[in-house]
Structure formats: structure tokens, C-alpha cells
């Protein structure tokens, strides 16, 4: 039994770990304080302290099972705010990826940038399609994406005016 939780409290450390130096390598730049990722440092420090607590008791001949117990229990937690970092960092960057490109078209809110760059898609056939989380069509969605092979790019990302008028485009290219 013990060294069953020792290696699941191993493997929990190892996985948390790695996580966390992802999440830290991939974090948003922008805010100064990731609450997510402080929680996360803070519970994976509790586990090392509580798994060194354990390890301690050990050498002593005094194994209490319920030390390891909460120290896979801090990992797990700590477990739970990086997949959650890591999730946000996934979306953001994807987010990124989909509209980098069309930065310099949405920066003047002007739709007669975007009018341009809307031909040379339909030219290239790299259609785009910027969801709105507030005023999502999801069956419009599903049609474009599915039919007519339009990348449909992130509920997340921010809805400029340009987005919008590129949107409409590509309504009307398919009414």
C-alpha cells in the first residue's frame, strides 16, 4: 500500500510539474497577476511539503498513510488550476493564431480594409469566420464549417467591428 501512493504521489508531482513549467512558459503577458497559476505554485508547494512530511515519517517507522493521502490530494488540486491554465493558454493562443494575420485589417475598424482581404480569401479559398459568443448563429456555424470547409475561428477572441463586417461577408457569399 505504501508504495503504491508513493508512486501515485510521484507520478501526480512529475505531471504537475511539467504543467506548470508549460503554463508558465505559455502564460498571457498582459495581466500582472494570473491567479490560476499562483494557485497552482502554492498547492503543488503544499504536496512537496507534505510528501517531504511523509518521506520523513517513513525513515522514522511511524508511516501514517493520511500524510500521503493530503499530499496527493495538494497535487490533485494543484492539478486542477493548471489544466484550467492550461486550457485558457490553449484557446488564447489559438485565438492568436486565427487572427494574427487580420490585425492590421481590424485595428481601424474600417470595413473597407476588410473588404480587400475578404476578396483575396475568397480567391484563396482560406475563408474565415470570427464567432461571437454573444450573438452566435451555431447552425450558421455548423453549416459553414462543415459545407463549405470555413475555418471558424474562437469564441474568445475579441469581436472587432472589422470581425463583424467580415462576418457579414461571408453570409452573404453563402445566401
Not at 510528501?51 to 511511524?62: A, C, E, P, Q, T
Not at 473597407?112 to 480567391?123: H, L
Amino acid at each position: 500500500m505504501k508504495i503504491k501512493i508513493k508512486h501515485i504521489a510521484l507520478i501526480l508531482f512529475l505531471v504537475d510539474v511539467l504543467l506548470l513549467i508549460i503554463n508558465i512558459k505559455y502564460k498571457d503577458e498582459i495581466p500582472t497577476i494570473i491567479r490560476d497559476l499562483d494557485y497552482a505554485k502554492f498547492f503543488l508547494f503544499l504536496g512537496i511539503v507534505s510528501s517531504v512530511g511523509y518521506l520523513i515519517i517513513v525513515k522514522l517507522k511511524k508511516a501514517i498513510t493520511i500524510v500521503a493521502a493530503i499530499a496527493i490530494i495538494f497535487f490533485c488540486i494543484s492539478m486542477f488550476f493548471n489544466l484550467r491554465l492550461a486550457k485558457n493558454n490553449y484557446d488564447r493562443i489559438q485565438c492568436d493564431n486565427g487572427i494574427s494575420e487580420y490585425w492590421k485589417y481590424f485595428e481601424y475598424n474600417s470595413c473597407e480594409k476588410i473588404n480587400k482581404r475578404f476578396e483575396q480569401d475568397v480567391i484563396n479559398g482560406e475563408l474565415k469566420y470570427f464567432q461571437d459568443e454573444y450573438n452566435s448563429d451555431l447552425e450558421l456555424e455548423e453549416r459553414l464549417r462543415d459545407k463549405h470547409g470555413i475555418e471558424l475561428i474562437g469564441i474568445r477572441c475579441t469581436q472587432a467591428t472589422s470581425m463583424e463586417c467580415y462576418n457579414n461577408l461571408v453570409k452573404e457569399l453563402f445566401k
